[in-house]
């Protein structure tokens, strides 16, 4: 598959609808499918600096976030999507639910089913969660996160951000530094970057590196130098403490040193670089104060980006898809 | 295919309805233009040429996406949904009187989301709406007040206005049995 030329946004794009009623994972997507959400979040984008924010756009529709782990942003940010958008929305966090009390996924997903919701976001905490619901669920599943599988929206963001600036996302060199074993923002973004036609490279501790890696058409380094050098884009990820068990390296004053993002180490790349990082960030073990609020820094844009590409991919999925029309 | 406009009916009729502007609102202050998706605005910014041309003033100019507000959105559990572009009014309307501007009028439910598309970005004086084609058929109690041209037409035909900007050329058809 070549990689596509991104699209003009007065162009109209060679696709009009998304294939599945589900969003999983961007491994599931096509290149045209991308471009079609990210030109559609264009438009949403604009909806967010209006006076009124809001339109009409999924009123009657009723969606569920169903979060089974902690999350401030993301489930902030498709909640003012939802919002934005006219429809009902439901949270429903671990603590308060009944799997607690010993019930299965699959139940609490029939169990929220019966009160038939259009559609419902989840995030999980074991990989391939949203693909079981998505399997026993009428309703549109948007992955909101899957253990250590993908984070499509997370991705589509990040695109999003990245053509704001740079246009296009072709043939630009991306550097992902950081706890590559454990991170689904990175798998997301990897197939993202990939179709879009980017040079992508790895960055971390040996340890933290997955062995099959370059199986995706990336390079990986433990060499931070090497990976920054003349990039566009660097993307850091967190250190997930929470999700090692055993230890990956010695300190986190040792890893600040060898694979923090300092602003000696940001001459590498162009002078025109991006700097991002999904959140929450760990200020002083993966990156530098002083080059998450330096100018390079598009952290924040990530954020508002974030509202405007989740009220695209609702949007595309609220009326169904064009396979189960024909059906 | 009858051709019903060419490129010069085209281009009279809009100087027409640019002086119609003029007169009715005693010149073009506090005017601003707002063109309908897709060839509604190219429409508007033809309108606007004229404008500064007749009474020497710029009037604003915008353009407004109606998809987010159409009345047929999610009507089916599945099917395609309708492509968002971006609306782009980079003015207050709060106070102006707005010339909302389309191609063609037809069962009024567009202009009918146009309405309520415009009142959230503010508290406009009053909106005129301004159209091409006044085909008939109105489903909702929707009237122009600028016409270019009014043409009955049967239900099965459809009205296709080309404009230089989107199609290369400028012509309004008259098609047979076409969805439009």
């Not at chain 1, 902030?76 to 006219?86: D, V």
């Not at chain 2, 003015?91 to 009142?119: E, H, M, P, Q």
């Not at chain 2, 009237?143 to 206005?161: F, I």
Request: proline share 5%; with cysteine.
């Amino acid at each position: 598959m070549s990689a596509p030329v991104d699209a003009h946004l007065d162009q109209p794009p060679a696709v009009t609808s998304l294939r599945s009623k589900d969003l999983l994972g961007i491994a599931e997507l096509t290149p045209d499918e991308i471009l079609l959400i990210l030109d559609t979040a264009v438009a949403m984008k604009e909806v967010g600096e209006r006076p009124i924010k809001k339109v009409p756009a999924l009123r009657g529709k009723t969606i569920v976030n169903l979060f089974f782990e902690p999350s401030t942003r993301t489930r902030t940010s498709f909640e003012i999507a939802e919002k934005r958008l006219s429809a009902d929305t439901l949270n429903i966090a671990i603590a308060s639910s009944s799997v607690v009390k010993g019930e299965t996924l699959a139940d609490t997903a029939l169990n929220i089913e019966a009160m038939q919701p259009d559609m419902i976001v989840m995030r999980h905490s074991s990989s391939g969660a949203c693909h079981l619901l998505s399997r026993i669920c009428r309703s549109s599943i948007i992955n909101a996160g899957d253990g250590m599988h993908e984070h499509p929206t997370q991705a589509l963001l990040d695109a999003f951000t990245i053509r704001e600036r740079k246009k296009h996302v072709n043939g630009l060199k991306v550097a992902i530094v950081g706890d590559l074993l454990h991170s689904r923002v990175l798998r997301s973004n990897i197939h993202l970057l990939t179709k879009m036609g980017a040079e992508v490279w790895v960055c971390g501790p040996p340890t933290l590196i997955p062995t099959d890696i370059a199986r995706f058409g990336v390079r990986a380094t433990s060499l931070v130098d090497e990976a920054v050098a003349d990039a566009d884009v660097i993307m850091m990820l967190r250190i997930q403490l929470e999700r090692m068990e055993g230890a990956f390296f010695p300190s986190l004053r040792e890893y600040f040193t060898v694979f923090g993002m300092t602003e000696a180490r940001l001459r590498r790349a162009r002078p025109d670089v991006m700097i991002m990082h999904p959140g929450p960030m760990n200020r002083g073990v993966e990156i530098a104060s002083e080059v998450a609020d330096g100018p390079y820094s598009v952290i924040l844009d990530q954020v508002a980006n974030g509202v405007a590409v989740r009220m695209a991919v609702l949007y595309l999925l609220a009326g169904g898809a064009e396979h189960e029309a024909a059906a | 295919m009858p051709v019903v406009m060419d490129a010069d009916r085209i281009g009279r009729t809009l100087t027409r309805i640019a002086h119609e502007i003029v007169e009715r609102n005693r010149g073009v202050e506090d005017l601003a233009l707002v063109g309908v998706r897709t060839r509604g605005v190219h429409l508007a910014r033809r309108l606007a040429r004229s404008l500064r041309e007749i009474a020497g003033h710029d009037v604003p100019t915008g353009a407004l996406d109606i998809t987010l507000y159409r009345d047929d959105l999610m009507r089916h559990a599945v099917g395609p949904q309708p492509l968002v572009r971006r609306t782009e009014i980079t003015f207050s309307i709060d106070d102006k009187k707005i010339l909302l501007v389309d191609d063609v009028l037809y069962t009024g439910r567009t202009t009918r989301a146009a309405l309520d598309a415009l009142i959230d970005f503010g508290r406009p004086r009053g909106i005129q709406l301004i159209v091409l084609v006044d085909r008939g058929h109105r489903e909702l109690p929707i009237k122009a007040d600028y016409v270019g041209k009014n043409l009955p037409t049967a239900a099965d035909e459809s009205v296709q206005v080309y404009l230089e900007e989107s199609d290369g050329r400028d012509e309004v058809v008259l098609q047979q049995g076409g969805a439009a």
